[in-house]
């Protein structure tokens, strides 16, 4: 069955930056792209950007261009995000979803970022 | 941004009676390929969210089919025939037709 696993919970201070990994398994991951939303507190959904694991493209929220970035490791199936220049705000669940269609999520992963 | 309003926000239900929730969207959903990307999700508490309608209409597998989702154009809806203990949650209607891609509110469902 198609899983997609994430990294565990980091805490970051104010300037930092923070990557976030997103396994994938049960399905050809070049086959799908892998899209990043994040949930701060207390909050809604918020889409952030996406990559197709085949070619390595990207676009993303023009919120945060800039300081996002996308990338992937084929050979493990693997897509990650990294995000610069945290601050408070940035303190949030994020999540990956497989394909535009978000038909499946990944568990989620809590980024603090606190003095 | 395509801004998506869902109604209510807050939606008290009786067990075993149904529900709807709304979802409209300031542009068209209607994509240049004809299809119309409008995804309905139900965060429950704790948990990351889950499809359960993708395309308007189409429910996921596994989703019991009290779920339905109909609409078309800018105007949306979920409903829930007969509401079960399971449903309470978070939903969210998504379009997946313009960039970026915006999300609703949400909706809380609660059991009264």
């Known amino acids: 069955q198609v899983q997609l696993v994430q990294s565990g919970a980091e805490v970051k201070k104010p300037g930092a930056s923070v990557k976030v990994s997103c396994k994938a398994s049960?399905?050809?991951?070049?086959?799908?792209?892998i899209q990043w939303v994040r949930q701060a507190p207390g909050q809604g959904l918020e889409w952030m950007g996406g990559?197709?694991?085949?070619?390595?493209?990207?676009n993303s929220a023009q919120k945060f261009q800039g300081r996002v970035t996308m990338t992937r490791d084929t050979s493990i199936s693997t897509a990650y995000l990294e995000l610069t220049g945290l601050t408070s705000d940035d303190t949030a669940v994020y999540y990956c979803?497989?394909?535009?269609?978000?038909?499946?999520w990944g568990q989620g992963s809590l980024v603090t970022v606190s003095s | 941004d395509v801004v998506m309003t869902q109604s209510p926000l807050s939606l008290p239900v009786t067990l075993g009676q149904p529900a709807s929730i709304s979802c409209r969207s300031s542009?068209?959903?209607?994509?240049?390929?004809?299809?119309?990307?409008l995804n309905w999700f139900l965060q429950r508490p704790g948990q990351s969210p889950r499809r359960l309608i993708y395309?308007?209409?189409n429910r996921d597998s596994g989703v019991p089919d009290r779920f339905s989702g109909s609409g078309s154009g800018t105007d949306f809806t979920l409903k829930i025939s007969r509401v079960e203990a399971e449903d309470v949650g978070v939903y969210y209607c998504?379009?997946?037709?313009?960039?970026?891609?915006?999300f609703g509110q949400g909706t809380k469902v609660e059991i009264k």
């Open positions: 979803a497989r394909t535009g269609l978000f038909d499946n």
């Open positions: 049960g399905y050809t991951f070049t086959d799908y792209s």
């Open positions: 990559i197709n694991p085949n070619t390595g493209g990207t």
């Open positions: 542009q068209s959903l209607v994509h240049s390929d004809g299809n119309t990307y």
């Open positions: 395309k308007v209409s």
């Open positions: 998504m379009q997946g037709t313009h960039w970026p891609r915006t």
